[in-house]
């Protein structure tokens, strides 16, 4: 497998379960990202790892929670969501040195909570 | 404050010339990205401009002005796959600074 993949591609979830989404990508760079889409706003930086550690956290709720145990593995655990966390989930990678050549993105989680 | 400011929506017709604008407003500035995103897809790499002028590549050209915090998308030819949506994100002081555009959804006539 090339790229960045993301699973589930789909998770609907109740306000009192816990879930976690995967990360992986298979390119060899050393920093993760995760994002959040929701519909007609920017892209929100949720979680940077740099080689494998935590470099940003853009004042997330806790009730999400990343983790990294290697570079090319990210998580992101999820409890007690709120209907408002409704959203697309994007995982992406870049290599630090290299950032204009961008972000690669996998294709996302597409996340309900009911 | 940092924001970009791009149109919500634009539609264009088959084979036409469309321009995608995108203002923005950073503390620092490292270059800005154009992206693409079909429904339901991952965003893709389009373009990167940190100095002024037009980089051209294929059908698709993007222009930066760094003194007016000014860029553009230019799609020529255009063809229905084209239709999707087009983000804009400039570059901050770090690799981490990505401050993106709520995107500019195209939809393309035939």
């Known amino acids: 497998e090339t790229g960045v993949t993301q699973t589930p591609r789909h998770l609907v979830m109740g306000m009192t379960n816990k879930k976690s989404l995967k990360c992986e990508q298979h390119?060899?760079?050393?920093?993760m990202y995760w994002y959040k889409q929701s519909a007609k706003k920017p892209l929100e930086l949720m979680f940077v790892?740099?080689?494998?550690?935590?470099?940003e956290n853009n004042s997330v709720p806790s009730r999400f929670s990343p983790e990294c145990p290697n570079s090319s593995h990210l998580f992101l655990h999820l409890h007690t969501l709120q209907p408002e966390d409704s959203a697309l989930y994007l995982c992406?990678?870049?290599?630090?040195?290299?950032?204009?050549?961008?972000?690669?993105f996998g294709s996302g989680t597409r996340l309900t909570v009911v | 404050g940092q924001n970009i400011d791009q149109p919500t929506e634009m539609t264009a017709t088959e084979g036409a010339i469309v321009q995608i604008n995108c203002t923005y407003q950073?503390?620092?500035?490292?270059?800005l990205f154009w992206y693409q995103q079909h429904a339901g897809e991952a965003p893709t790499f389009l373009s990167y401009?940190?100095l002024d002028g037009l980089e051209e590549k294929g059908r698709f050209s993007s222009f930066l002005s760094r003194s007016k915090g000014y860029s553009y998308l230019l799609l020529k030819e255009l063809q229905m796959k084209d239709s999707a949506s087009y983000l804009c994100a400039a570059l901050g002081d770090s690799n981490y600074q990505l401050i993106w555009g709520a995107g500019t959804k195209l939809i393309i006539k035939p």
């Open positions: 390119l060899g760079h050393n920093a």
């Open positions: 401009n940190v």
């Open positions: 992406a990678s870049s290599q630090e040195d290299q950032g204009t050549y961008g972000y690669t």
């Open positions: 950073t503390s620092g500035f490292n270059g």
């Open positions: 790892y740099s080689l494998e550690e935590r470099v």
